[in-house]
C-alpha cells in the first residue's frame, strides 16, 4: 500500500451505534488530519494530530473522538451521531504541520447516519 | 463566513483550449494558496501551489496567478485535456489548516 489509505470506504450506522474510522499512512509523515466534507459544503478541518499529539480542534462535538496510537494510524471513534453528521470524512498528513506543508489525502470514508 | 470562494461551480471547455478556473479569498493574512483536484471516490490530489510573495507559478500545463491587491487567484490549465476533468478546489493556507473552497467541476470534451 503506498500514499494514504482509509477503512471503510462507506459506512452506515445508527445514532445509537458506536464504530470507528481508520486511516493509515505510508508516507513517513509525522502530522495527520481528519477532515468533514457536508454536502454543499467545503471541506472542514476537524482535527490535526503532530507526532501523535492532538495539536488542533476545530470546535469539534465530543461525539467525535481521535485517536492517534503512532505517526502512522489514525482514528476517528464516533458515538450517538446525529444525522446531520452524515458526510464524507477524509484523511490526510504532511510531513509536519507548519504551514508551507502540502498535505496528501486519503479517499475518505462516506458515513450516513440513519 | 466563506473566506475562500469559488463562485462557478462548474465549467466545460473543448479539448486543446484553455481552462481558467477562479478564487477568491477575504482574508488578506493568508499568504499561502494551493489548487487540489479530485476524482469521483478518490481523495483530493495536490495540483499546485504559490506562496504571496510571488504572482505567478507554473508546472508544466498548469499555472497558478496570484493578484494579492483584488485577493483573488486563478488556476490555468493548457492546452486542457479529457483526463482533466474533475472537481477543483482552491485553499489557502492558515497556520496548520488549509480553508477550502467549495470546488469548480471541470469538465472536458473532446
Known amino acids: 500500500e503506498t500514499g494514504v489509505t482509509q477503512t471503510p470506504r462507506h459506512l452506515v450506522m445508527g445514532m445509537t451505534n458506536k464504530k470507528s474510522l481508520k486511516c493509515e499512512q505510508h508516507l513517513g509523515h509525522n502530522a495527520m488530519y481528519w477532515y468533514k466534507q457536508s454536502a454543499k459544503k467545503p471541506l472542514e478541518l476537524m482535527f490535526v494530530?503532530?507526532?501523535?499529539?492532538?495539536?488542533e480542534n476545530n470546535s469539534v462535538p465530543s461525539r467525535f473522538s481521535p485517536e492517534c496510537p503512532n505517526s502512522s494510524h489514525l482514528f476517528l471513534h464516533l458515538h450517538t451521531l446525529q444525522p446531520e453528521d452524515s458526510a464524507l470524512y477524509l484523511c490526510?498528513?504532511?510531513?509536519?504541520?507548519?504551514?508551507?506543508?502540502?498535505?496528501?489525502f486519503g479517499p475518505g470514508t462516506r458515513l450516513l447516519v440513519l | 463566513d466563506q473566506q475562500v470562494k469559488q463562485n462557478s461551480p462548474s465549467l466545460s471547455v473543448q479539448e486543446g483550449r484553455i481552462s481558467i478556473l477562479n478564487c477568491d479569498y477575504t482574508?488578506?493574512?493568508?499568504?499561502?494558496f494551493l489548487w487540489y483536484k479530485k476524482y469521483p471516490a478518490e481523495g483530493p490530489t495536490f495540483l499546485i501551489s504559490i506562496s504571496s510573495i510571488k504572482d505567478k507559478n507554473e508546472d508544466g500545463r498548469f499555472t497558478v496567478f496570484l493578484n494579492k491587491s483584488a485577493k483573488h487567484l486563478s488556476l490555468h490549465i493548457v492546452p486542457s485535456q479529457p483526463g482533466d476533468s474533475a472537481v477543483y478546489f482552491c485553499a489557502a493556507q492558515a497556520g496548520t489548516a488549509l480553508i477550502f473552497g467549495k470546488g469548480t467541476t471541470l469538465s472536458v470534451s473532446s
Open positions: 482574508n488578506s493574512m493568508f499568504d499561502y
Open positions: 490526510a498528513s504532511s510531513q509536519d504541520p507548519g504551514p508551507r506543508e502540502t498535505q496528501y
Open positions: 494530530y503532530s507526532l501523535e499529539e492532538r495539536v
